[in-house]
């Protein structure tokens, strides 16, 4: 009548295992978090006592206005676009995508943390106009235009997928598996969630366009 309430010896044993790895598995995940804040703390107190560096000779971006498509659009959305960009060229720019302020501090030193957070900004809104820009030069047929406008985006990091991919379907559209290879290698090396499977596709993408050509 007691059978059904005793546990098979082989059964116990792989519980006690389990209880004994788990604890050992929390135990040091409770010392990893330790000191992981322990490191975070060390570094904000760091950052907060970091000297100033000289700011006037960083890799500043500039944005290539000679060389963008400006006021062939027709759409006022487009010219709105080309003014902000023209502002936003006379702004210190740099690409500091994935930096924290702690980071930020510990670079560039504290008294400096608004103006280089205001470039950092600055920046980002410029991927995002890049984009805009692009898909308003598209809409009225200007492809090449839009691949200025795109090629400029990667060549400066740019953390906007669709900076890419909007790039990735204009190459494809032309039939240049060449560059969208280099598209590809270009993306691969980027530190950004998607680009992994974005350089992928885009590979993928520009093997079946060397395919397609090679048949015909």
Not at 30 to 53: H, I, N, Y
Not at 90 to 115: E, F, S
Not at 172 to 201: C, F, I, M, N, R
Request: aromatic letters at 8%; proline letters at 3%; glycine letters at 4%.
């Amino acid at each position: 009548m007691y059978a059904a309430f005793i546990i098979p010896y082989p059964t116990v044993i792989v519980a006690l295992i389990f209880a004994v790895v788990l604890v050992v598995r929390l135990k040091s995940l409770s010392r990893k978090q330790k000191g992981d804040m322990q490191s975070f703390w060390d570094r904000e107190r760091e950052a907060a006592v970091a000297p100033s560096a000289d700011l006037s000779n960083l890799p500043y971006i500039t944005i290539p206005l000679d060389k963008f498509p400006l006021g062939i659009c027709e759409s006022d959305e487009a010219a709105m676009i080309e003014d902000e960009l023209r502002a936003l060229a006379t702004h210190r720019l740099l690409n500091l995508t994935g930096k924290t302020n702690t980071d930020l501090r510990l670079a560039y030193g504290a008294a400096n943390i608004k103006t280089m957070q205001q470039i950092s900004d600055d920046f980002d809104r410029v991927t995002v106009l890049l984009v805009d820009y692009a898909k308003a030069l598209l809409e009225e047929g200007h492809t090449d235009g839009a691949a200025t406008v795109l090629e400029f985006g990667a060549r400066e990091k740019t953390d906007m997928r669709s900076n890419y991919t909007l790039l990735a379907d204009i190459y494809e559209s032309q039939g240049q598996a060449g560059k969208l290879l280099s598209l590809a290698d270009s993306v691969e090396a980027l530190d950004y969630p998607w680009a992994l499977k974005t350089a992928a596709d885009f590979r993928a993408h520009a093997e079946a366009l060397k395919n397609e050509n090679f048949s015909e």
